[in-house]
């Protein structure tokens, strides 16, 4: 895995990264909706059922958490740190203008086209500039 990715490499990574991202959003709705759905039982409980209930979100819960965990293990392996796991928000190293940067890139997004300091995150994403050559 490179140290910083290229625009190039970052794009040609898209569809496995992708693919892992789609994952991490789509458990991490579920592992939400599991924790609402816990809260508010904890919140009315009476019978039993509730009791047999709550164990089973909670084992949900749990399992959810590992496999999220988990996908987030794969993109750390390729380098890459999840910024937010419901937007689909992905940093890669990168390097715009000499200067060490994240490359940002969230679900819906058909490329990775923009960057950010390392200290600024999502809000201050800029386009990245166009190599000479570049289309």
Request: a negative charge.
């Given at each position: 895995?490179?140290?910083?990715?290229?625009?190039?490499?970052?794009?040609r990574a898209l569809p496995l990264v992708r693919r892992i991202v789609?994952?991490?959003v789509a458990q991490y709705r579920r592992w939400q909706d599991r924790v609402r759905e816990l809260?508010?039982?904890n919140a009315a409980r009476t019978a039993a059922?509730?009791?047999?209930r709550a164990a089973e979100l909670e084992s949900e819960i749990q399992s959810l958490a590992a496999e999220i965990e988990g996908f987030r293990r794969e993109l750390r392996d390729l380098g890459l740190?999840?910024?937010d796991y419901e937007r689909g928000l992905v940093d890669f190293p990168g390097v715009v203008d000499g200067r060490e940067v994240f490359l940002c890139w969230r679900i819906g997004e058909?490329?990775?086209q923009f960057w950010h300091d390392k200290d600024a995150g999502y809000a201050g994403r800029r386009?990245?500039?166009?190599?000479?050559?570049?289309?």
């Open positions: 895995m490179p140290q910083n990715y290229t625009v190039d490499q970052a794009n789609d994952d991490i809260e508010s039982l059922d509730d009791v047999r740190e999840v910024k058909p490329a990775v386009p990245i500039p166009l190599q000479p050559g570049a289309a």
